[in-house]
């Protein structure tokens, strides 16, 4: 397994929850995006990391999102007092970080806010 | 701001049909341009890339040509294949920060 991993994979949560979803990008890869893609839509960028540091969090629907990659690798994104309209697929991917270097994505992480 | 507009699907084609899927950018400046495609029940994947004005990408017979007069980057391929049946995605990147702007997608169905 040398791709990035998400997990977990489906995410039910409750109007008002907190929720942490995890990514795991490919060993030594310096760079990290999130993107959140809701149904029938395509990605879009939330956040992005090189190595530990938050460089671009322009995409972050409001203050309840939060990112954090503390040792410049694994990733979490957090939302809190989720929202219905947080129900979506977050997409998690890393590169080695030239710039234009190829993404690789995970798999994905399917949230549900009931 | 950045954008990339691509033909809505779904696309229905028999087998062995030539495809096209269109799609258009807006740009301050000179991204590359990627194809990436999404199978049923997996992860995105890079199909296929160009990143200058004429250059072609090419992979598994899907071609696609960086026209910068017309702002295009139409996916090409010349006879389909029923596992060619996806979710194929028009995007483009702006290297000095390397986030992907996509478009919306186009589903494909290829029928035997």
């Known amino acids: 397994g040398a791709g990035v991993s998400q997990s977990p994979r489906y995410k039910v949560a409750k109007r008002g929850q907190d929720v942490a979803l995890r990514c795991d990008p490919i060993?030594?890869?310096?760079?990290l995006f999130w993107y959140q893609q809701a149904l029938g839509q395509g990605p879009e960028f939330l956040t992005y990391f090189q190595n530990e540091a938050q460089l671009d969090k322009s995409g972050l629907p409001s203050d309840r999102f939060f990112a954090e990659r503390p040792e410049g690798s694994v990733s979490t994104l957090k939302i809190q007092r989720t929202q219905q309209e947080d129900s979506a697929v977050y997409l998690c991917a890393s590169s080695p970080g030239l710039a234009g270097e190829t993404q690789y994505f995970g798999p994905g992480t399917r949230l549900l806010v009931l | 701001g950045d954008s990339v507009t691509q033909m809505e699907g779904p696309v229905t084609l028999s087998e062995e049909a030539f495809l096209t899927i269109n799609c258009t950018y807006t740009?301050?400046?000179?991204?590359?341009l990627f194809w990436y495609v999404q199978y049923p029940g997996e992860g995105l994947q890079l199909l296929l890339k160009?990143?200058?004005?004429?250059d072609k990408g090419s992979n598994k017979g899907f071609e696609a040509t960086y026209r910068k007069e017309t702002t295009s980057f139409h996916l090409e391929k010349g006879s389909v294949q029923v596992s060619d049946s996806a979710v194929y995605f028009c995007a483009l990147s702006m290297n000095r920060d390397d986030k992907i702007i996509f478009g919306k997608g186009t589903r494909l169905h290829i029928l035997p």
């Open positions: 160009a990143t200058k004005a004429d």
């Open positions: 740009a301050t400046g000179y991204p590359s």
């Open positions: 060993s030594g890869h310096v760079s």
